[in-house]
C-alpha cells in the first residue's frame, strides 16, 4: 500500500515496505523471465546488509551515537560482496534462480515476501498504474 495521506508515514516502515516490494518484484521478474523459452537470465534479490555510509547522517543522533554502534555494520567493499557474488556465481541458476542472498549465500526471507499472492498483486498494481501514467500521458496501452 502506497503512503497515502491517511496514513501515517514512518521513515523505516516506508524502508522496510520498500524492500519487501524489492523481494517481491524479484520473485515476480523470476517467474517472468523463467516462463520464456531458451531462457539465460537469473532475477535475484539481494540484502547487501548495514553498511556504514553517508546514509546514516540522516538518522537521529540517539540511533547514530546508542544503536549503530550494535549493528554489524560493513564496509562498502563488504557490502558489495553479496551483489558481486549475484552476478558471477554459477550456482545460482536453475531452482536456486530468484533466490534472496544476504552475506553471499541464499537466505530465507520472511513468509509475507515469499507469498505468491503478494508478489502477482504488487505485480498487477504495479501494471495498472503503469498502464494507468501511459494513458495519462497520451501513450498506448499494450
Known amino acids: 500500500m502506497h503512503y497515502a495521506p491517511s496514513r501515517k508515514y514512518s521513515s523505516w516502515g516506508a524502508y522496510g515496505q520498500s524492500k519487501l516490494a524489492n523481494l517481491l518484484f524479484t520473485k515476480g521478474l523470476h517467474a517472468r523471465v ?10 535475484l534479490a539481494v540484502h547487501p546488509g548495514v553498511i556504514r555510509t553517508e546514509l546514516w547522517r540522516e538518522q537521529a543522533s540517539w540511533f547514530n551515537s546508542i544503536l549503530l554502534p550494535f549493528l554489524k555494520d560493513k564496509t562498502i567493499p563488504q557490502g558489495a560482496a553479496t551483489t558481486v557474488y ?24 520472511s513468509a509475507t515476501a515469499r507469498s505468491q499472492d503478494n508478489w502477482e498483486g504488487l505485480w498487477s498494481t504495479t501494471q495498472a498504474q503503469i498502464d494507468k501514467v501511459a494513458v495519462l500521458a497520451g501513450e498506448p496501452v499494450a
Open 34 to 43: 523463467m516462463s520464456q523459452p531458451n531462457n539465460k537470465i537469473s532475477a
Open 86 to 109: 549475484a552476478c558471477v556465481a554459477n550456482d545460482l541458476t536453475g531452482l536456486r534462480a530468484g533466490a534472496y542472498l544476504s552475506d553471499c549465500k541464499v537466505a530465507v526471507p
